[in-house]
């Protein structure tokens, strides 16, 4: 069985710090990408960030670039999303997902296995 699991999520202040992590079996991780993705209420899921298995590859949103940084730990079969300088509107339900190969970094429908999402709040 396939399963994500996300954890860290919270409420923070308006430029504080968090981090996320998504944690899966090493059979479904293992030569994959895995990408972030967020979600707030009344609007699309949106594509934050990718890394690729080998760590060497990490697509951002414009929206998060050079305050959020994803990486990974393949000895623990997780990967982590650390957000710095956090704003109001990075409020949402956070989900991880796993990468079809050879698909593109930012679409939904490249990803075929998710999470259940964490609730991160950023209060001003």
């Known amino acids: 069985q396939v399963q994500l699991v996300e954890s860290g999520g919270g409420l923070v202040q308006a430029g504080g710090s968090l981090r996320l992590s998504c944690a899966a079996s090493?059979?479904?991780?293992?030569?994959?990408?895995v990408g972030w993705f967020r979600q707030a209420p009344g609007k699309e899921r949106e594509f934050v960030a990718a890394?690729?298995?080998?760590?060497?590859?990490?697509p951002y949103a414009d929206s998060v670039r050079g305050r959020f940084t994803i990486s990974r730990d393949n000895a623990k079969n997780t990967v982590y999303l650390q957000m710095h300088s956090t704003k109001p509107e990075d409020t949402a339900v956070y989900y991880c997902?796993?990468?079809?190969?050879?698909?593109?970094?930012?679409?939904?429908?490249?990803?075929?296995?998710w999470g259940q999402g964490t609730q991160v709040t950023v209060s001003s």
């Open positions: 997902a796993r990468k079809r190969s050879g698909t593109s970094y930012y679409n939904r429908g490249s990803y075929d296995y």
């Open positions: 890394v690729n298995w080998g760590g060497d590859n990490t």
């Open positions: 090493a059979r479904t991780f293992s030569g994959y990408a």
